[in-house]
């Protein structure tokens, strides 16, 4: 991994702004990366995920039959995931 010290007050104060995440590009348009603030994209502070690591593991690595969004709310109700 590169690290890159940044110290142009400007890009700091935009960077800390940001709405989760920036691409960064070059002068032509293209995109050269994307900076992800620290914590984007985990629950806050004392927020639980009500499935766990090894339940998310488990179903990442064995795909089951397609779940709709009606009925994967349905089963998030009614607690079948905890």
Known sequence: MMSITITDPTLLAQLTAAPG???????DGRVIGT??????????????????DEEF???RKE????????EFWKRLQSGEYK
Do not use: M
Not at 21 to 26: A, I, K, L, Y
Not at 35 to 52: A, D, Q, R
């Open 21 to 27: 995440f920036v691409e960064f590009r070059d002068p």
């Open 35 to 52: 900076f992800f603030l620290e914590g984007y994209g985990k629950p806050p502070p004392g927020v639980k995920s009500p499935i766990s």
């Open 57 to 59: 593991e488990d179903a």
């Open 63 to 70: 795909p089951s039959s397609p779940l709709s969004l009606t």
